[in-house]
């Protein structure tokens, strides 16, 4: 994800806040089981469960899996799934107790704006025995849950469906779960950081997703944490005149009655919800080729074709250029969707990457760097997903490197000085936003994380030689593709591929409260800090 900054510090979170937070979320068991509503074919409780606070035996901490039954141990009891798989920096995120092995999305979609029929029915295996489980999914008029077809019992607890099936799920049992509701796609909140404005976002006739970082609740219920991820079918119903685009590969488009169509799309690789796109609006596909015969399709606005075309032609040219540094592109296909939006932000959603409008009918220089931005996530961020929050420096620091050394050669600024101007500004940043892989929530989207982060990567390159950093690289993309990695595995991969530990050198960087000497520049100074 790349959009324009400003320097406005903001006063880290205190990190204890969002445990506090949780800790206080909690009432009477007895209280929300006397709330039972009926929904179409469902039972709903309102009110809150007890995930934590004193606890009976068997019942999870926050934050932290829920036990289940060792290994060669059978008859152990049925216990809650956690309803967050513990990220410290957002503990809620997705949930425990279960895997999910695929998702089917069917949106009823009917024009902009407006409210319409949806249903998300998973697929999942149980990784404990299961009393009950948790879906992320905040903010949309439920309608009816079942579980392997029979009616379950739903709590909303903010942005939590804690759904209790008619009977428990064994360990390893496979299970199948069916949300019906109206989603809303008007639906979506902001951040203070580069993300700004997230989960649906309008365009004149339809809609684009931005999910990113934990959006996609407003959109469909899910397991939604950058590191779990699942393939998607699709399967998008709309007005004559519209067209659905949507990650992988279109499958079928068939016309229903009343001139509506059904588009359905198969994301073929395992997604994050983070990752996801359904776009809807009056699209024109422009069909390419890149590297090897890779089929480029890019989805544009009827009105933009023309004036978007030279700059989205570049596409295969950006490839061949990753593809020399990084290795074969991960994915089977890929396409820029073209976003009609005022909202400046552009989004690594796998294999299509949404791209702003004003992007592509700006300055070139400009235009470029978002479109090697987004496309390199589709090796680091999209392929190699992040391990938990604080990893996210592997993912934009990396995105932002590579993005600023191709501008360097295509009429942007040197590297030398786009680091450097980074480099300056570095304590400030730490003090600001945290150290590149200790980030507080509130500012895990600001400059550190994209310039302060590829100053890393940097610092690394100085230190081990080019040829030696294009090896880690190399190796961080083939070792890991298709898997979710962390800080501590990059810093091992490194020391393994260079001979020599680098924790030493990288912890301080990673880390520490200031910014350490520049390997090769001992003449570089960093600014002082600002209160």
């Known amino acids: 994800m790349k959009t324009c900054f400003t320097r406005s510090p903001q006063e880290p979170a205190p990190r204890g806040r969002f445990r506090r937070a949780l800790r206080t979320r909690r009432t009477a068991l007895a209280v929300a089981l006397t709330t039972v509503v009926g929904i179409t074919g469902a039972a709903v409780l309102t009110g809150t469960l007890p995930y934590w606070g004193h606890r009976s035996p068997g019942t999870p901490a926050p934050g932290t899996p829920a036990p289940g039954p060792s290994a060669g141990t059978s008859g152990t009891a049925p216990s809650p799934g956690a309803p ?8 809620l995120d997705g949930n425990g107790g279960y895997t999910v092995r695929h998702y089917t999305l069917a949106f009823d979609w ?6 319409f029929d949806a249903s998300t029915t998973i697929s999942a295996t149980a990784t404990q025995a299961l009393s009950r489980f948790d879906l992320d999914f905040a903010g949309n008029t439920l309608h009816s849950v079942t579980v392997d077809g029979v009616p379950a019992t739903a709590v909303r607890h903010d942005d939590e469906l804690v759904i209790t099936p008619a009977k428990p799920i064994p360990h390893g049992g496979t299970f199948t779960v069916r949300v019906a509701y109206t989603a809303d796609p008007t639906q979506r909140r902001h951040r203070d950081d580069a993300i700004q404005d997230y989960g649906w976002v309008p365009t004149p006739d339809g809609t684009v997703l931005y999910p990113q970082p934990n959006g996609a609740k407003m959109i469909f219920p899910s397991n939604d944490h950058p590191s779990l991820r699942a393939p998607v079918t699709f399967r998008i119903t709309t007005p004559p005149g519209l067209s659905a685009v949507a990650n992988g590969r279109l499958v079928e488009r068939v016309r229903r009655p ?9 994301s073929e690789q395992p997604v994050a919800a983070q990752l996801v ?15 090897r015969g890779l089929p480029v399709r890019d989805a544009v606005p009827d009105g933009l074709v023309t004036d978007t075309q030279v700059y989205r032609s570049l596409s295969a040219e950006h490839l061949a250029w990753l593809e020399r540094r990084l290795g074969p592109y ?10 009609d939006t005022d909202l400046p932000v552009a989004l690594e959603t796998q294999s299509l990457s949404v791209v702003p409008r004003a992007d592509l009918l700006g300055d070139r220089v400009d235009a470029e760097r978002n479109l090697v931005h987004e496309l390199t996530h589709q090796w680091t961020g999209d392929s190699v997903a992040i391990r938990q929050w ?3 420096w592997l993912s934009e620091g990396h995105a932002r490197f590579y993005e600023r050394l191709y501008s360097a050669t295509h009429g942007g600024d040197s590297m030398e000085a786009a680091m450097r101007t980074a480099y300056e500004q570095h304590d400030q940043w730490r003090q600001d936003a945290g150290a590149p892989a200790e980030p507080t929530e509130p500012a895990l989207f600001k400059q550190m994380r994209y310039d302060g982060s590829a100053l890393v990567l940097y610092a690394l390159r100085e230190k081990v030689g080019e040829q030696t950093f294009e ?38 960087w990673l880390y520490g409260a200031r910014t350490p000497p520049m390997p090769g520049h001992p003449d570089w100074q960093v600014d002082p800090v600002q209160d």
Do not use: C, H, N
């Not at 967050?84 to 503990?91: E, F, Q």
């Open 258 to 266: 009343g001139g509506r169509v059904r588009w359905t799309y198969d």
């Open 277 to 291: 796109q359904v776009a809807i609006g009056k699209f024109t596909f422009v069909d390419s080729t890149g590297p």
């Open 471 to 508: 090896r880690i690289e190399q190796s961080w993309v083939t070792k890991y593709r298709g898997r979710a990695a962390g800080t501590r595995d990059f810093v091992t991969l490194a020391s393994k591929v260079t001979g020599e530990d680098l924790k030493p050198f990288l912890t301080p």
């Open 84 to 91: 967050g798989i513990g990220d410290p920096l957002m503990p």
């Open 330 to 339: 991960p994915f089977r296909r890929y396409g820029v969707l073209v976003g």
């Open 110 to 115: 009917r024009a902009p704006r407006t409210p």
């Open 390 to 392: 604080s990893d996210l």
